[in-house]
């Protein structure tokens, strides 16, 4: 049977990390072979440029840091491939839906969701994107903003919308939306159960891994 591809994505401070780990060691501990990745993958030298810009150590004009946040996950994207077809389930923190979301969110009348996509097209698409849903008062609850670029709350409203907008799009069925505003264990419940379900559907329907 093929590794199944899982996605972590919600704003900031949601807890896509913290449930992501949990979800890599409870699927390990049941027996699954399992991959953890996150994007930006700050480790190669692609990922060091982003990881600069994001600290606001260099200037990037909106196009080119949106493609190599893309390239980023290409630069992945094959080896990803190899490890599902060899039965490795892969979980990412974050992937291209925030490729996506964070560039539209800058408003520039070039940059829309549909120009964001055009290079994300062929990465292979997840079996499942949970999303983490956590309300503005509840993440403040969780301390304030980093020194990250994004990291204020008009960026983060934009986010919100346009996630919300890709939610009712014809990616819509990829996702399932989780209340993060409850305790690590209730949200670790719920993620659970939504990605058994994703590969028992995957395992039972003999689904192949699509592609975006
Ligand atoms: N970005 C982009 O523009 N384009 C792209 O293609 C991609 C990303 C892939 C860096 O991402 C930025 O890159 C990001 C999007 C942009 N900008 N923003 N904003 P990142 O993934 O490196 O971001 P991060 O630094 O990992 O942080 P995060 O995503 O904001 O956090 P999180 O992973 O969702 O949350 P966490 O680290 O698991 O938890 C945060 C805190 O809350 C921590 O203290 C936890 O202990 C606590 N927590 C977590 N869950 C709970 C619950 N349930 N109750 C109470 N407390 C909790
Ligand atoms: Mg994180």
Known sequence: MRGKLIVFEGLDRAGKSTQCERLVE???SEGHRVRHMRFPDRSTPIGQMINDYLKGQS???DHV??????AN??????SIRAD???GT??????YYYSGCVYSAAKNNPILNLEWARHPE???????ICIFLDISPADAAK?????????????MQDRVRQLFSQLQSSSEKDDFATIDAGGSLDEVQLNVLQVAWRAIERVDAEGLPLRFV
């Open 26 to 28: 409870s699927l390990r």
């Open 59 to 61: 200037e990037q004009e």
């Open 65 to 70: 840091i949106h493609l190599l946040f893309s």
């Open 73 to 78: 996950r290409w630069e992945a994207a094959t």
């Open 84 to 86: 599902i077809e060899a």
């Open 89 to 94: 389930t892969i979980v990412i923190d974050r």
């Open 121 to 127: 097209e062929g990465l292979p698409r997840p079996d």
């Open 142 to 154: 969780r301390g304030g903003f980093g020194g990250e670029k994004y990291e204020n709350q008009q």
